[in-house]
DNA sequence: AAGGCGTGGGT
DNA sequence: TACCCAAGCCT
């Protein structure tokens, strides 16, 4: 039993991913000073399954037109959807919106700071209530995305992968790391995420260059390949429904007026599958209309 | 609780 | 070229 080294080894990482933080975190719009609680809350569902690349300038578009909740909420979902543009599962600009009117309705305009207002919140989950609570509002909760976990699993549990998402344990295996000082949690929280997110990828890890790399398990164990259980894989894009969404929704939100019927079917030769992405549109309420009518953006 | 849900860059 | 991957959420 070599307890003590290995409490050693562990009380060891944090400090040692804050101080890297510290001179490595990337000049990025939300760690700005002063940068609001609502572009955080904006940034954190837009960076939802979303490279931080491909965040940035909309974001920055997204808070010019609209710097406040109540700004949002005044404005319809329709404009919401297409300033989102490409970003991808247009549906959270579509949960955006109605978070808004719901913090414009019922917090007065005032992003929530506790976790059950947040997750009460449409688009909001576990993560992202967890990650506004922290980078809003300095709150020492652990925060855990999927780059955190790669470097809880590799360098706390010696494993190359993290495996499926197991949110409890996760969220442990952070707390137990997490430092009680408020500043130095949130350092903790960002500069883990950091850490995965530039040095400590899931493809061709860049050791040579890891704060940690002399207490890493997975490092020490001479870098096993994984064996536990995988994650889920995502299905096929090409030729899928989301495939023919995505081309309905490009349509609708490049039209001033109702797309025709007939338009929506020069979109996508299966008619059977094309109806079935139409109907699921129209259920997510993310296009409303009729065949007479023709399909648009929701108003 | 497993699977649906966009899009585009990297390898 | 295909496939992988990305600050998850929802049902």
């Known amino acids: ?56 300038p909309r974001l920055e578009q997204w808070l010019d037109r609209w710097p406040t909740p109540d700004a949002l909420a005044a404005d319809s979902p329709a404009e919401a959807v297409r300033a989102w543009q490409s970003l991808g599962y247009p549906r959270r600009a579509l949960a955006l919106h ?36 922290a980078f809003a509002y300095g709150r020492p909760v ?3 995305d999927v780059n955190t976990r790669r470097v809880l699993a590799r360098a706390v549990h010696g494993q190359g992968e993290a495996g499926p998402a197991r949110t409890r344990a996760d969220l442990a295996a952070m ?3 997490l430092p009680s000082d408020p500043t130095e949690a949130q350092a903790f929280n960002a500069g883990a995420m950091e850490l995965g997110q530039t040095v400590c990828v899931a493809r061709s890890p860049r050791c040579e260059a890891c704060p940690i790399a ?5 490092r020490a164990a001479g870098y096993p390949a994984y064996t536990g259980p ?27 007026g109702p797309v025709p019927a007939e338009a929506i079917e020069l979109l996508w030769p299966d008619a059977v599958q094309r109806e079935r992405a139409l109907a699921g549109l129209l259920r997510d309420g ?12 929701p108003d």
């Open 175 to 177: 707390q137990e790391l």
């Open 286 to 297: 993310l296009a409303v209309g009729a065949p007479e009518t023709g399909y648009r953006l």
């Open 214 to 218: 002399e207490l890493c398990a997975w």
């Open 230 to 256: 995988a994650a889920p894989r995502q299905a096929r894009y090409e030729g899928s429904d989301r495939q023919v969404r995505g081309l309905i929704m490009r349509a609708l939100r490049h039209s001033d």
């Open 142 to 144: 652990p925060v855990v």
């Open 98 to 133: 109605a978070a808004a009117m719901a913090i414009s309705e019922r917090h007065a305009g005032v992003v929530p700071d506790d976790m059950d207002a947040l997750l009460a919140l449409p688009g909001i989950g576990d993560y992202t209530a967890r990650a506004v609570a």
């Open 1 to 56: 039993m070599q307890g003590a080294g290995e409490e050693e080894r562990r009380a060891s990482i944090p400090p040692r991913v804050v101080a890297w933080f510290a001179q490595n975190a990337r000049d990025l719009p939300w760690r700005r000073p002063g940068f609001s609680a609502w572009g955080v809350l904006v940034s954190e569902i837009m960076l939802q399954q979303t490279p931080v690349a491909r965040v940035i």
